[in-house]
């Protein structure tokens, strides 16, 4: 009843178009991922969706995309009442999803890639390449793109791959368009031309969703925002009601646990610096330096170039321009081989593409680094490793059955120690670690800061890589912030909390005022 | 997947089934052994035992089993090297073609006439015998590197890279060695002919030195180890500083170095070489063999002793073919169901 009365007001404004989620509640297993969402989104208008990593913004846009189903609630198109059990019938909603990884083929031209799946043919049954070439030049004049409709796909920026997946879904005539980070791999220029797209779609009364970390362009092109914090809307509104402060704060919330881990600090002389790092697109001009026994943070959201960084520093990809200095001295670490020598140590991110090797058993996963060091005239020395790796499963604590077990057979934790344990093993005197508690337990995780800590009172000098704000807070001394692939800024002591290291992962300033911390947390504005 | 040794308890003696059992889902080589081990009995039972005594029967056995082993011990070599080629993930189609130039070299190098290259120089007997070898086998390892470099400096994919060699190799050779009919040193053929008692089977010892310094260099070495470790995870091989080039151009170089070994054994077995056929087919044989084997044609997984196992599965099929009599056409159908059905049998990988 109330539905119908409400079709009804939107007919009387001209608004025909709308969607609304109501009171959406999902969980997989005992984890609730959505606690009783509610939203509306009316056609022509960009609303930013915005949360951390995990605050549950796929799982509710899959929902909408008909990829999951929710527990409860109930959604509406246009006032009437939809469940969508397949991508297919979300579609045929008129909701479009574009998701991150783009769904187009690079070896076919854009007209047939506009076509995938339900390509148009001639009355003999081969493909009508004419007629799916004009409908593509119409779409494209209608939406102000200039592109050549027989242009490869592979020929094409970044940006304009966007711009198709959004041309393909307005030629099956969504009104509603789901855009899942769709400018984390794009330059300033290619997004600025994503943007223009994005307004003409809102002139043509289509309703976005915009899914981004980047306040900035939240700021640049919404109208209102969501902000999901586990699971729960925390926040909505009018975006030029708020500014890119208020808006990481209440992403982060005030309940994160954020007390530095403790430990004996022995700083040493500088053991690393660096000097104009540069290899474009990923990381240009880094400069910084570490001393031994410290920690260093280095963080940022996706596409920030910081693994890039290090893997070049590490000697696995190439340096475009720079120096480094080991102890004062120059060096030029050109592969991985001279990088172990002067006794750095790299524990990658992605553990299973690039640290798990799983046609090997656990014990030699524990002692690839140190084949070698530990060989006679090129014989495996088994009995020195199996010694040292002895050593390394009761320091870390590795949960295990026998050395010869498939590493696949250990649970992520365990994996994880085990490649810490290959790297202690070669006895370093830097280790740069890239995400290291990516996929791991909690248990687990606090054993592997276990670790960090005690490297570090062994004046190891130590860099960790990680998205997470939290857990850099926890552990380093200080941190560097980078955006698109220079550093932003740094924190330290007072200025390293998270409301500072989202401002700067955001490509903002330092906030200088502490006391915004003080400003109520109300929800300026309301959107229904 | 982790192995359940919960119901069966290492070394067990308790009951045959539950270890055969066991063993058969655990030990990747334990089913082609089994497969291996009723071809010899079915071939022992065609053989017959129409013999007037045992000792008899028992000549007739090992005469038969001397020349498979002999016959075979070429090609069984090169699918060694192919092996480790696989177990990086690459393979190697140039075998053949490689086996044609090292075996021209070394005959252009013996030539008992006016154009041998040592003779000319006033060189003969075993010192030129044993230049021959080292020259040939450095050529070997020069042409293997070739293609390794090929593979790894100028990122060609490894069957385009082998494709194309095997093409230049042996049409180069065809080319200079037509008209030429070089005669071998009879004292060189002593090389495989060279007979212990009565039996002749250098070639067959070559190979059994061989093979068993490959499984050392597989198993306990750490260019064996990082064959694996770069054929599973070239990402994580390098990140854990192997030289992934390295080893991959040691494997093409050591192939190069075990076709060049293969030649001489081929070469001295003969006395001459068909230049347009030797080695016709010897890839194909080879990548059987070690598919039988049990390596995996994507890398990061293969057994030296696998190896063996299917080179010996093929070649007592072979003769089992012809002891039955099958017309000899018929008798590739017979390998490809063979190399296809090990592949069947072996434990499928589980992802975990």
Excluded at chain 1, 43 to 49: K, N
Excluded at chain 1, 418 to 434: G, M, N, R, S, T
Excluded at chain 1, 489 to 497: F, I, L, R
Excluded at chain 2, 176 to 191: D, H, R, T, W
Aim: proline share 2%; glycine share 8%; with cysteine.
């Amino acid at each position: 009843m109330a539905n119908a009365i409400a079709s009804l007001l939107l007919l009387r404004f001209g608004c025909d178009a709308m969607i609304e989620m109501k009171k959406i509640r999902k969980s997989f297993g005992s984890n609730d991922v959505i606690k009783d969402v509610s939203f509306t989104l009316k056609g022509g208008e960009i609303c930013a969706l915005l949360g951390e990593n995990g605050a549950g913004k796929s799982t509710l846009m899959n929902i909408l995309g008909g990829v999951h189903q929710m527990d409860s609630g109930a959604v509406l198109v246009g006032g009437k009442e939809v469940v969508f059990k397949t991508p297919g019938q979300s579609q045929a909603a008129g909701i479009a999803f574009i998701h991150q990884e783009l769904n187009l083929i690079n070896d076919l031209p854009i007209y047939e890639n506009m076509f995938l799946g339900r390509e148009l043919k001639t009355k003999r049954g081969s493909l009508d390449l004419e007629k799916m070439q004009q409908e593509t030049a119409a779409i494209f004049k209608q939406m102000n793109v200039d592109l050549e409709p027989g242009m490869m796909v592979r020929d094409l920026d970044a940006s304009y791959k966007q711009i198709i997946e959004i041309c393909r879904a307005m030629m099956t005539n969504a009104s509603f368009i789901i855009m899942d980070e769709p400018t984390t791999s794009l330059t300033d220029q290619e997004i600025e031309r994503v943007f223009k797209m994005m307004k003409t779609l809102r002139e043509h009364q289509v309703g976005i969703i915009f899914i981004s970390h980047k306040l900035n362009e939240v700021m640049q092109v919404c109208d209102r925002y969501l902000v999901l914090r586990d699971g729960n809307l925390v926040a909505k509104g009018n975006v030029a009601e708020v500014n890119t402060n208020d808006l990481a704060r209440f992403m982060v919330g005030h309940e994160v646990r954020t007390e530095s881990l403790k430990r004996e600090k022995f700083i040493g002389k500088e053991f690393l610096r660096a000097e104009g790092l540069t290899n474009s697109p990923f990381f240009k001009e880094i400069s910084f330096s570490i001393k031994e026994g410290e920690i260093v943070g280095f963080t940022g959201l996706l596409g920030d170039g910081r693994s890039e960084l290090f893997q070049s520093i590490f000697g696995a990809e190439k340096m475009m321009a720079g120096k480094m200095f080991l102890h004062d001295e120059e060096i030029n670490i050109r592969s991985t081989q001279q990088a172990i020598k002067a006794g750095i140590a790299y524990l990658p991110r992605n553990r299973k593409e690039n640290a798990i090797i799983k046609d090997m058993d656990i014990i030699e996963n524990a002692s690839i680094v140190t084949w070698p060091a530990f060989s006679k005239k090129g014989t495996i020395n088994r009995r020195q490793h199996q010694a040292t790796f002895e050593e390394q499963r009761k320091a870390l604590r590795i949960k295990m059955g026998e050395l010869t077990d498939r590493i696949t057979s250990l649970s992520g934790g365990n994996q994880q120690k085990v490649i810490l344990a290959k790297w202690l093993a070669a006895k370093p005197k830097l280790f740069i670690l890239d995400n290291p508690t990516q996929g791991v337990d909690v248990g687990a995780k606090e054993d592997i800061y276990d670790i960090i800590m005690k490297l570090a009172e062994e004046k190891i000098a130590i860099i960790v890589l990680s998205s997470e704000a939290n857990e850099i807070i926890r552990l380093c001394d200080r941190a560097f912030v980078m955006y698109h692939g220079v550093i932003q800024g740094e924190v330290a002591g007072e200025t390293m909390n998270e409301h500072a290291i989202m401002s700067l992962a955001t490509g903002g300033q330092l906030p200088f005022a502490k006391g915004g911390m003080n400003k109520d947390e109300t929800e300026p504005g309301s959107c229904s | 997947m982790k192995p359940s040794l919960d119901h069966v308890p290492k070394n067990s003696k308790r009951n045959f089934f539950q270890w055969f059992k066991y063993k058969w889902s655990n030990d990747p080589l334990f089913s082609i052994a089994v497969a291996l081990i009723i071809m010899i009995i079915l071939q022992t039972l065609v053989l017959g035992f129409d013999y007037d005594s045992f000792g008899s029967w028992f000549q007739a056995w090992t005469n038969n089993w001397i020349n498979i082993l002999r016959n075979n011990a070429a090609t069984a070599i090169v699918a060694l090297g192919m092996t480790f080629v696989i177990m990086t993930g690459g393979i190697d189609l140039a075998v053949g073609s490689t086996l044609v130039v090292t075996g021209a070299l070394s005959m252009m190098l013996l030539d008992t006439g006016t154009k041998g290259f040592l003779v000319a120089a006033g060189i003969t007997g075993v010192p030129a015998f044993i230049i021959t070898i080292l020259v040939v086998l450095l050529f070997g390892y020069l042409l293997g590197s070739l293609i390794g470099v090929s593979i790894t400096k100028g990122k060609v994919p490894p069957f385009i890279a082998t494709l194309g060699a095997m093409m230049i190799f042996r049409s180069v050779t065809q080319h200079f060695m037509q008209g030429y009919n070089p005669k071998v040193p009879a004292e060189f053929l002593q090389i495989a002919s060279f007979k212990i008692g009565n039996f002749m089977i250098m070639p067959i010892i070559y190979w059994a030195i061989i093979a068993l310094i490959l499984y050392y260099v597989s198993k306990r070495t750490t260019f064996g180890r990082q064959i694996i470790a770069v054929g599973s995870n070239e990402r994580a091989a390098k990140l854990s500083g192997i030289h992934v080039e390295k080893v991959k151009l040691r494997v093409y170089a050591l192939m190069g170095l075990l076709v060049s070994i293969a030649a001489i054994i081929q070469v001295s077995r003969i006395g001459s070489m068909d230049f347009s056929n030797a080695g016709r087919g010897m890839e194909m044989d080879a990548i059987a063999a070690a598919v039988v084997g049990g390596t995996n044609m994507m890398g990061g997984r293969g057994f030296i002793l696998g190896t063996v196992y299917g080179m010996l599965i093929i070649a007592v099929m072979n003769n089992l073919l012809n002891l039955f009599g099958v017309p000899p056409f018929l008798r590739e159908a017979f390998k490809g169901v063979i190399v296809i059905a090990a592949v069947l049998l072996q434990k499928k990988e589980k992802s975990s």
